[in-house]
């Protein structure tokens, strides 16, 4: 059972270059996230999604897109990559339902910025 | 403006003995809490959850307690293990669990 799937492990990009970090779950969840970390502070919230066709912003969404046309895949695009973005990325889905059931992470996108 | 606080970067404890890690949040609106735990270069993973309807939950060495008037959870291990080295994330969510909110981490190191 492979759970929640991120490729690519690593990327590095230039500055102004686009890329899609891939998420997969196999677990039939309704709730997925996208979340950064930085250096030495907590998880943010980039994206969710409560399902397939709906999305929302999180906390900090500035620079980012996303789309969720199956309940399997949650992409998070960066169009115009900035050093800012430099970050580690964390997908995570969840089954849903009111008030009960825990994020299931990936293992992490490595993405570096020059 | 942090909503989720846990105010020790980390933590150094001895094999065998009580490991306590706290959290603090501001938003009274949050009514579900959990703890992960991450290692370098994984994901974080789940440890323990608790409902703002009680005030402890067990699971194994793990318990985690909350103090809703004072805003503030702890996470109790015992006895620790090496293994519980790690970084422990404290994570709260409102409005029935859409999104969490995740503390910055206190990283624990448990001494053989």
């Known amino acids: 059972n492979a759970g929640v799937t991120q490729t690519p492990k690593f990327r590095i990009l230039k500055i102004g270059q686009s890329m899609t970090l891939q998420c997969a779950q196999d677990m039939n969840h309704n709730y997925m996230y996208w979340y950064r970390q930085d250096p030495g502070m907590g998880l943010k919230l980039i994206y969710y999604?409560?399902?397939?066709?709906?999305?929302d912003k999180g906390e900090v969404p500035n620079g980012y897109n996303v789309s969720r046309s199956t309940t399997e895949d949650f992409p998070l695009r960066l169009e115009l990559a900035a050093p800012s973005q430099t970050s580690v990325y964390f997908c995570?889905?969840?089954?849903?339902?009111?008030?009960?059931?825990?994020?299931?992470f990936g293992e992490g996108s490595r993405l570096t910025v020059l | 403006d942090q909503q989720v606080k846990q105010n020790s970067p980390s933590l150094s404890v001895q094999e065998g003995r009580i490991s306590i890690l706290n959290c603090d949040y501001t938003n009274s609106m949050f009514d579900y809490f959990l703890w992960y735990k991450k290692y370098p270069a994984e994901g974080p993973t789940f440890l323990i959850s608790?409902?703002?309807?009680?005030d402890k939950n067990e699971d194994g060495r793990f318990t985690v307690f909350l103090n809703k008037s004072a805003k503030h959870l702890s996470l109790h291990i015992v006895p620790s293990q090496p293994g519980d080295s790690a970084v422990y994330f404290c994570a709260a969510s409102g409005n029935y669990g859409q999104n969490f909110v995740f503390g910055p981490g206190t990283r624990l190191s448990v001494l053989p």
């Open positions: 995570a889905s969840r089954r849903g339902g009111v008030g009960t059931g825990e994020l299931f």
């Open positions: 608790i409902s703002s309807i009680k």
């Open positions: 999604s409560v399902g397939a066709g709906i999305t």
